[in-house]
Protein backbone atom coordinates (compact mmCIF):
# COMPACT_ATOMS: atom_id res chain seq x y z
CA UNK A 1 0.00 0.00 0.00
CA UNK A 2 0.99 3.28 -0.75
CA UNK A 3 0.88 6.10 1.69
CA UNK A 4 0.06 9.77 0.89
CA UNK A 5 2.06 12.39 2.65
CA UNK A 6 0.30 15.71 3.27
CA UNK A 7 1.50 19.13 5.40
CA UNK A 8 1.40 17.00 8.56
CA UNK A 9 0.26 13.55 7.82
CA UNK A 10 0.59 10.62 6.05
CA UNK A 11 -2.07 7.38 5.53
CA UNK A 12 -4.50 5.92 2.99
CA UNK A 13 -7.76 5.97 2.85
CA UNK A 14 -8.79 2.76 0.51
CA UNK A 15 -12.28 1.57 0.87
CA UNK A 16 -14.18 -1.69 -0.62
CA UNK A 17 -17.54 -0.38 -1.79
CA UNK A 18 -20.80 -2.36 -2.76
CA UNK A 19 -23.64 -0.58 -4.86
CA UNK A 20 -26.96 -1.90 -6.16
CA UNK A 21 -29.28 -1.07 -8.80
CA UNK A 22 -32.74 0.56 -7.71
CA UNK A 23 -35.52 -2.00 -6.73
CA UNK A 24 -32.19 -4.89 -7.01
CA UNK A 25 -33.04 -5.17 -10.92
CA UNK A 26 -30.55 -7.45 -12.72
CA UNK A 27 -29.64 -4.32 -14.88
CA UNK A 28 -26.19 -5.68 -15.84
CA UNK A 29 -27.00 -9.34 -17.47
CA UNK A 30 -25.40 -8.14 -20.74
CA UNK A 31 -22.28 -7.78 -21.30
CA UNK A 32 -22.33 -4.50 -23.05
CA UNK A 33 -24.41 -3.19 -20.19
CA UNK A 34 -21.49 -4.20 -17.67
CA UNK A 35 -19.16 -2.66 -19.49
CA UNK A 36 -21.00 0.85 -19.84
CA UNK A 37 -21.34 0.83 -16.03
CA UNK A 38 -17.80 -0.17 -15.00
CA UNK A 39 -16.66 2.78 -17.90
CA UNK A 40 -19.41 5.15 -16.05
CA UNK A 41 -17.71 4.67 -12.32
CA UNK A 42 -13.81 4.76 -13.92
CA UNK A 43 -15.05 8.09 -15.44
CA UNK A 44 -16.97 9.31 -12.60
CA UNK A 45 -13.94 8.46 -10.51
CA UNK A 46 -11.03 9.67 -12.42
CA UNK A 47 -13.01 12.88 -12.69
CA UNK A 48 -12.63 13.63 -8.91
CA UNK A 49 -9.51 12.01 -8.13
CA UNK A 50 -10.34 8.68 -7.23
CA UNK A 51 -8.38 5.57 -7.73
CA UNK A 52 -10.10 2.21 -8.54
CA UNK A 53 -7.86 -0.73 -7.91
CA UNK A 54 -10.54 -3.60 -8.59
CA UNK A 55 -14.13 -3.44 -9.95
CA UNK A 56 -16.43 -6.43 -10.71
CA UNK A 57 -19.98 -6.04 -12.34
CA UNK A 58 -22.21 -8.62 -11.81
CA UNK A 59 -25.91 -8.58 -12.28
CA UNK A 60 -27.47 -6.80 -10.04
CA UNK A 61 -24.34 -5.24 -7.91
CA UNK A 62 -20.88 -4.05 -7.95
CA UNK A 63 -17.76 -3.90 -5.90
CA UNK A 64 -14.74 -2.35 -6.45
CA UNK A 65 -11.83 -1.23 -4.31
CA UNK A 66 -11.07 2.71 -4.48
CA UNK A 67 -7.93 4.65 -3.37
CA UNK A 68 -10.18 7.77 -2.01
CA UNK A 69 -8.51 10.95 -1.57
CA UNK A 70 -8.09 11.33 2.26
CA UNK A 71 -9.55 14.57 2.05
CA UNK A 72 -13.04 12.98 0.88
CA UNK A 73 -15.76 11.38 2.90
CA UNK A 74 -17.06 8.26 2.70
CA UNK A 75 -20.73 9.73 2.02
CA UNK A 76 -19.18 12.29 -0.81
CA UNK A 77 -17.09 9.63 -2.16
CA UNK A 78 -20.38 7.40 -2.63
CA UNK A 79 -21.91 10.45 -3.87
CA UNK A 80 -19.78 10.87 -6.42
CA UNK A 81 -19.33 7.04 -7.34
CA UNK A 82 -23.49 6.63 -7.79
CA UNK A 83 -24.63 9.77 -8.85
CA UNK A 84 -21.93 10.68 -11.53
CA UNK A 85 -22.37 6.99 -12.87
CA UNK A 86 -25.95 7.02 -13.13
CA UNK A 87 -25.69 10.99 -15.26
CA UNK A 88 -23.00 8.93 -17.06
CA UNK A 89 -25.12 5.92 -17.60
CA UNK A 90 -28.04 8.05 -18.36
CA UNK A 91 -26.55 9.55 -21.50
CA UNK A 92 -24.97 6.10 -22.50
CA UNK A 93 -27.98 4.44 -22.98
CA UNK A 94 -31.22 6.60 -22.96
CA UNK A 95 -33.20 3.53 -22.76
CA UNK A 96 -32.62 3.14 -18.74
CA UNK A 97 -35.12 6.06 -18.25
CA UNK A 98 -37.69 3.66 -19.32
CA UNK A 99 -37.08 1.64 -16.68
CA UNK A 100 -35.95 4.49 -13.87
CA UNK A 101 -38.42 6.98 -14.39
CA UNK A 102 -37.16 9.51 -11.81
CA UNK A 103 -33.48 9.28 -12.81
CA UNK A 104 -32.09 7.06 -9.58
CA UNK A 105 -30.00 4.34 -11.02
CA UNK A 106 -28.69 3.32 -8.41
CA UNK A 107 -30.16 2.16 -4.47
CA UNK A 108 -30.03 4.64 -1.35
CA UNK A 109 -27.84 2.52 0.41
CA UNK A 110 -24.37 1.28 0.32
CA UNK A 111 -21.57 -0.81 1.76
CA UNK A 112 -18.35 0.88 2.82
CA UNK A 113 -15.91 -0.91 4.71
CA UNK A 114 -12.10 0.35 4.86
CA UNK A 115 -9.11 -2.04 3.58
CA UNK A 116 -5.93 -1.47 5.17
CA UNK A 117 -2.79 -3.69 4.63
CA UNK A 118 -4.05 -6.46 6.77
CA UNK A 119 -7.26 -7.43 4.93
CA UNK A 120 -6.07 -6.03 1.01
CA UNK A 121 -5.32 -9.46 -0.03
CA UNK A 122 -8.52 -11.38 1.46
CA UNK A 123 -10.62 -8.52 0.08
CA UNK A 124 -9.32 -8.32 -3.59
CA UNK A 125 -9.97 -11.94 -3.82
CA UNK A 126 -12.91 -11.64 -2.59
CA UNK A 127 -14.27 -9.01 -4.77
CA UNK A 128 -11.84 -10.94 -7.72
CA UNK A 129 -14.01 -14.29 -7.45
CA UNK A 130 -17.24 -12.68 -7.38
CA UNK A 131 -18.37 -15.08 -10.39
CA UNK A 132 -17.78 -17.79 -8.37
CA UNK A 133 -19.74 -16.93 -4.94
CA UNK A 134 -22.63 -15.96 -6.95
CA UNK A 135 -22.49 -19.26 -9.21
CA UNK A 136 -22.13 -21.64 -5.65
CA UNK A 137 -24.97 -19.60 -3.78
CA UNK A 138 -27.51 -20.03 -6.84
Not at 5 to 14: D, E, I, K, T
Not at 27 to 40: G, I, N, P, Q, T
Not at 102 to 112: E, K, L
Not at 117 to 138: D, G, K, V, W
Request: proline share 2%; glycine share 8%; net charge positive.
Amino acid sequence: MEYKHSGSSVGANRKHVQITPKYRYHMMRSEKLKVFCRVAIEEACKKHGIRIEIIKVMEEHVHLIADVPRTMSDALALQIIKGGSSYLLFRICPNLRKRYLRGHFWTGGYFCDGVGNSNFTATYTYIENQELHHSASR
